[in-house]
C-alpha cells in the first residue's frame, strides 16, 4: 500500500493485513482505557468487570447494528452522580462522603432500567421514522453539543497534562509527528506511538513514575476472574432486599438517561460526519439506541458501569482514517482478554497521567472540531438570531455548569451537558423559525443533509 493510499478513507482493514489490524485493535483499546477506568475507580464498582462488559457490549452493539458502526462503548460517566448517591450513607470527620458499596448492586439495578429507556426511545425512531424525530436534533442542536462534548472533556485533559508538562508534551508531539509526516502503517496508529512513546519516556525521566509501575504490575496477578457474584444485581432477588431503596434508585438514576440518550444521538451524528456516512439511517438511531440501551443493561445486572458510545475512539477514527468496525471488534475482544489478566490491565492502569493528558487533549479537540465541521457542513444559518440563542445557550451552558458545578435537582445530578442538550432540544421546539427538514433519499444513503 502506497503513501497515497494511507492519506485516503479506509473503510476494509483487511487491505492492511490481520497484523496491521490488530495493532489498530490495541490502538482503540488504549483509547478507551484510561476513562474507562476510571469510572470504577470513581463508584467503586470492579474494573476487570468493567473491561468484560465494555467489549461484551461493543459487540452487542456490533451486533444489533449489523457491524456497521465503528464505535466502541465504554464507561459512561454520566450515572457516576447516581451511582456514588446511592452507596452513600453517611459524612466522614474530612467532610467527604462515607460509601457503602455494598449497596451498589442497588444503583446498577436502577441503571439496567435506564438502559430500557433507550429501547423506548428506539421503538419511537421505529415507529414514526427517523425524519419525524429528527426535526427535534437538527445540526443546529447536534453540532453545538458535538462541539460541547469535547469541550467539557478538555478540562481533565488539561488537569492530566498538569501531572507532568514534559511527559504531555512528548506525547502531542509524537502524535502529530506522525499523523502529519508519518509514512504507511505509522500514519494511522500515532495514538497508540505517542501512548507508547511517552510511557517509555516517562519512565526514563521519572523515577517515580518508574517505581509506581512496577509496584503496581507486581502486585498485581496473571489471571483473575472479571465477575464478582456480589457485586451483581442478581445478589439482589433475596428475602432481605430494601424495596424502599431499589425504587428510590430508579427514581434518582432514571431520570439521567434523557441526557444519555442525547448524548448517544450527538456522538452518532459526530462518527457520520467523521466517516462519511449516514449511520442516523442505515443501520439508523433505532438500532445505534437499541444496542447502546441493551449493553448498558447487560453490564449493569452484573455489576458493571453503564455503557456509551466513546468519544475518544471517535477522536481515533478522525485522526487514522480508519473507518473500518472490524477494528473496533478486535479492540473489543482484546478488552475482553485483557479483563482476565489482572497483570496486564494494572500496566496499562499504571499509564502516567500526563501521557493521558497529553493524548486527550488531542482527541477531545478532533471531537469538538467534527461538531464545528458538522455545522458548517450543513450550512446552519447564523445570520438567524434563533439559530444564535440554541447553540450559544448550549455552549455556555454546558462549559460553564461543568466548571462551576452539577445542576442538582433532589437527589438528581445534571451535568453541564445533559442541561445544555435538555435546553437546546427545548428551544428548537418551541422558538419560531423550525424550519428544518430531515432529507435522505433513501435507507442506504450516506448524505446527512437538513433543508433551511
Known amino acids: 500500500m502506497g503513501k497515497k493510499q494511507f492519506d485516503q ?43 468484560l462488559f465494555a467489549g461484551l457490549g461493543t459487540l452487542l452493539f456490533h451486533l444489533i447494528t449489523k457491524g456497521k458502526v465503528p464505535a466502541f462503548l465504554g464507561s459512561s460517566f454520566a450515572f457516576i452522580g447516581g451511582y456514588n448517591a446511592i452507596r452513600t450513607v453517611g459524612v466522614l470527620a474530612d467532610g467527604s462522603p462515607e460509601y457503602n458499596n455494598a449497596l451498589l448492586p442497588y444503583a446498577c439495578f436502577a441503571v439496567a432500567v435506564a438502559g430500557l429507556m433507550y429501547v423506548i426511545l ?9 425524519k419525524k424525530v429528527m426535526r427535534f436534533f437538527p445540526p443546529i442542536v447536534t453540532g453545538p453539543i458535538i462541539i460541547a462534548i469535547g469541550l467539557t472533556l478538555s478540562s481533565s485533559a488539561i488537569t492530566n497534562c498538569r501531572a507532568n508538562g514534559l511527559v504531555a508534551v512528548v506525547a502531542i508531539a509524537i502524535v502529530i509527528g506522525f499523523n502529519i509526516w508519518g509514512k504507511g502503517m505509522a500514519k494511522i496508529i500515532p495514538i497508540l506511538l505517542g501512548v507508547l512513546g511517552s510511557y517509555v519516556f516517562a519512565l526514563i525521566v521519572d523515577p517515580s513514575e518508574r517505581a509506581n509501575v512496577v509496584q503496581t504490575v507486581s502486585q498485581a496477578d ?34 439521567l438517561s434523557l441526557a444519555t440518550m442525547v448524548e448517544h444521538i450527538g456522538d452518532i451524528c459526530a462518527i457520520s460526519s467523521t466517516c462519511g456516512k449516514n449511520y442516523m439511517v442505515d443501520p439508523g438511531f433505532h438500532r445505534t439506541l437499541l444496542g447502546d440501551g441493551l449493553a448498558t443493561t447487560l453490564a449493569s445486572l452484573f455489576g458493571a458501569p453503564a455503557n456509551t458510545t466513546y468519544g475518544e475512539n471517535t477522536g481515533v477514527l478522525a485522526l487514522s482514517k480508519v473507518y473500518d468496525p472490524r477494528v473496533i471488534r478486535l479492540a473489543a475482544c482484546i478488552a475482553i482478554l485483557v479483563s482476565f489478566c489482572p497483570k496486564f490491565a494494572a500496566l496499562v492502569a499504571a499509564m502516567p ?97 437538513f433543508k433551511v
Open 122 to 130: 428506539s421503538l419511537l425512531f421505529k415507529t414514526f421514522g427517523v
Open 9 to 51: 478513507p479506509i473503510y476494509d482493514a483487511r487491505v492492511l493485513g490481520r497484523p496491521k489490524m490488530l495493532v489498530l485493535g490495541i490502538q482503540h483499546m488504549f483509547a478507551m482505557f484510561g476513562a474507562t477506568v476510571l469510572v470504577p475507580a470513581l463508584t467503586g464498582l470492579d474494573v476487570a468487570t468493567t473491561l
Open 222 to 255: 496473571w489471571f483473575g476472574l472479571p465477575v464478582h457474584w456480589d457485586s451483581t444485581v442478581f445478589g439482589l432477588f433475596r428475602t432481605d432486599v430494601d424495596r424502599s431503596l431499589l425504587w428510590s434508585s430508579i427514581f434518582t438514576i432514571v431520570p
Open 353 to 449: 497521567t500526563a501521557t493521558i493528558g497529553g493524548v486527550s487533549l488531542i482527541l477531545y479537540g478532533m471531537i469538538s472540531a467534527v461538531g464545528v465541521r458538522n455545522v458548517v457542513e450543513n450550512k446552519v444559518d447564523f445570520t438567524n438570531t434563533r439559530n444564535v440563542i440554541i447553540a450559544a445557550l448550549i455552549l455556555v451552558l454546558a462549559i460553564g455548569i461543568s466548571y462551576s458545578g452539577a445542576i442538582q435537582i433532589g437527589v438528581v445530578s445534571l451535568s453541564g451537558l445533559a442541561v445544555a442538550s435538555l435546553v437546546g432540544i427545548g428551544l428548537n421546539a418551541i422558538l419560531p423559525g423550525k424550519d428544518y427538514e430531515f432529507q435522505q433519499e433513501d435507507e442506504g444513503s450516506t448524505s446527512v443533509n
